[in-house]
């Protein structure tokens, strides 16, 4: 649940609910940036659809629940979406020697700036998950690939939490199957495990290129999870 903190801790904007301030029974956090709902405690299914009602007034809303969880059980019914996830938990280095391959030609590898920050596909998402560019990248780790000024692909993490921190990677259309998300990534993962924190991967089981980019990684331990979405009604 590192989203999940991170909202508690101040670093990404969310929403927080208890059911009393002094002593709750359930609290519930939604970040901003996919609209993921955590919960804790003593949660019903009445609470449950109550909560999502609730939180889909201001955006869309999402459930992670593990394959076993009792929470499958209270789900409403009629999503918007309904499928899978997978998590990979650990990472080993021994997969870094893509660091050590040689870019096309026409292309160079660079940590992500404020400029390169603008062009990210992701960047009005992120922007409203962190509120400032200082505080995106204060928070978070980039490598962008750039060709004539223009990025083509960027591996970014989002903020770390007790010590672990995620990773992604997009590529433009026009330039994959070329090694970069390979490489990017692999420039990112050494930064991050510089810094001391361990890296973990997530993404829809049907992505069958991010399940292979993560294995080609080097990264395993895969859990797969349930992920239940509802589009906002705002």
Request: net charge negative.
């Amino acid at each position: 649940m590192p989203r999940a903190f991170n909202v508690l801790e101040g670093i990404t904007r969310g929403q927080i609910l208890v059911d009393d301030l002094e002593h709750p029974t359930w609290a519930a956090v939604r970040e901003n940036a996919f609209g993921t709902l955590y919960l804790g405690g003593q949660v019903t299914g009445a609470l449950l659809e109550a909560l999502i009602r609730h939180f889909r007034r201001t955006g869309d809303v999402g459930i992670g629940c593990w394959l076993y969880s009792e929470l499958n059980d209270m789900l409403p019914p009629g999503p918007d979406y309904d499928g899978r996830t997978l998590y990979f938990t650990e990472h080993t280095a021994r997969h870094l020697g893509w660091i050590a391959r040689a870019l096309p030609d026409g292309y160079s590898i660079l940590p992500r700036d404020a400029e390169y920050l603008k062009q990210s596909p992701d960047f009005e998402m992120t922007l409203d998950s962190f509120g400032t560019i200082e505080n995106i990248l204060q928070h978070t780790l980039g490598f962008v690939i750039v060709q004539d000024g223009h990025v083509v692909c960027e591996a970014s993490t989002g903020a770390p939490a007790h010590g672990r921190i995620e990773i992604g990677v997009n590529t433009v259309e026009a330039h994959r199957q070329r090694g970069l998300a390979a490489l990017a990534c692999s420039h990112l993962i050494r930064a991050c495990e510089t810094k001391g924190y361990s890296t973990w991967w997530d993404c829809a089981k049907q992505n069958v290129a991010s399940t292979s980019l993560a294995r080609k990684l080097g990264y395993q331990n895969e859990r797969e999870y349930r992920y239940v979405w509802w589009a906002g009604n705002k």
